[in-house]
């Protein structure tokens, strides 16, 4: 559906470089550190941003120079960028507004996609006197009146409080039954519940793409570390382990150098063979008490699912 081959844009000091990425009727997550290139890359396939070299595909049709109103893709930007002198209802209907729908259909879609999002009872509301969870709503709203092919979001859950980040999850899995989307974020929850497809963007350069799967069996050591997972390097044997795949038991080789209580479980740091070991303790499977560990106790470690990796 989304073809994009050998995609570059160039500026001094940054590079997003040879990107290929084939996105079918599917939601495709996009992760990666700050100033990887996400948010560059999501500009390019609105067109908002020209592209240096490279093609972009919808549909079989080269859009590469397409203007971003004759894409139909919908965009909403991390800011959000709602109008602030107009009301709900208007920031809704602007985007029908300009393309000349008559009066009463404009009312109709509203209507509809407000009721869709639950936003029916804020269209007479200014957006300033808005939550950011209806303000994301308003956004949505705006992009998918349009009725759009694709849907572009620009972590669109980073300013929201947890009960509003599920309600928008939530809201944007039945969107993404309907079209395709492709949604840049930094929560590793939110990637797995939504994405079936993933991609890791690093310095401008796409590194790894495939399903949910990324999570379990990280391809490299780069990935792996980003996605959280201690290296460990014992008696020449080197491989990767998650932080919940670290179990400490009854000994003598490891040493607790920190512990942070998190309610359900604590984040523990191990000092293991020249390791610094990142853990999460779970009560049920440790084998000592949670409760009697202390900054300075020996204790023993085994490794659970270890993963060998293949690069750098
Ligand atoms: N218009 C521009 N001119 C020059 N450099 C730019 C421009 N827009 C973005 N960049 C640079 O491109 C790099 C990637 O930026 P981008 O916003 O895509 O990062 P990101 O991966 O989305 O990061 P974050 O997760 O922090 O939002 C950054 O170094 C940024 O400074």
Redesign the pocket.
């Known amino acids: 559906m989304l073809r994009i081959e050998n995609l570059s844009k160039i500026?001094k000091?940054?590079q997003l470089k040879n990107i290929n990425l084939e996105i079918n009727k599917e939601y495709c997550i996009i992760l990666?550190p700050?100033?990887?290139?996400?948010?560059?890359l999501l500009k390019c396939i609105a067109g908002i941003l020209k592209v240096d070299s490279g093609k972009i595909y919808f549909n079989g049709e080269d859009i590469t120079n397409l203007p971003p109103e004759k894409r139909n893709f919908g965009y909403v930007p991390q800011n959000y960028a709602l109008f602030p002198n107009m009301n709900v209802y208007k920031n809704i209907a602007y985007g029908l507004r300009i393309r000349g729908y008559p009066k009463p259909k404009i009312d109709k879609k509203v209507e509809e996609i407000a009721e869709f999002l639950n936003i029916k009872h804020l269209l007479n509301r200014k957006p300033t006197t808005l939550s950011g969870g209806e303000q994301q709503r308003v956004a949505l709203a705006r992009a998918l009146v349009l009725e759009p092919n694709l849907l572009l979001l620009d972590?669109p859950t980073s300013a929201l409080d947890m009960n509003n980040k599920e309600k928008i999850i939530g809201e944007l899995k039945r969107v993404g039954e309907i079209l395709p989307i492709i949604h840049?974020t930094?929560d590793f929850v939110e990637a797995k519940t939504l994405g079936e497809k993933i991609a890791i963007?690093m310095d401008g350069k796409l590194v790894e793409v495939g399903d949910r799967e990324i999570f379990k069996k990280p391809k490299n050591e780069r990935v792996a570390k980003f996605l959280g997972y201690n290296i460990v390097k014992i008696n020449g044997e080197k491989f990767a382990i998650a932080p919940e795949d670290v179990v400490i038991c009854r000994g003598s080789k490891g040493k607790i150098v920190n512990i942070i209580d998190c309610g359900f479980y604590k984040k523990v740091m191990v000092d293991f063979e020249g390791n610094i070991l990142r853990c999460i303790l779970k009560e049920d499977k440790e084998d000592i008490d949670l409760n009697n560990l202390n900054i300075g106790d020996r204790v023993g470690v085994k490794f659970e699912n270890k993963i060998y990796l293949v690069g750098k």
């Open positions: 500026w000091e940054f990666g700050s100033g990887a290139g996400k948010s560059v972590e840049i930094h963007f």
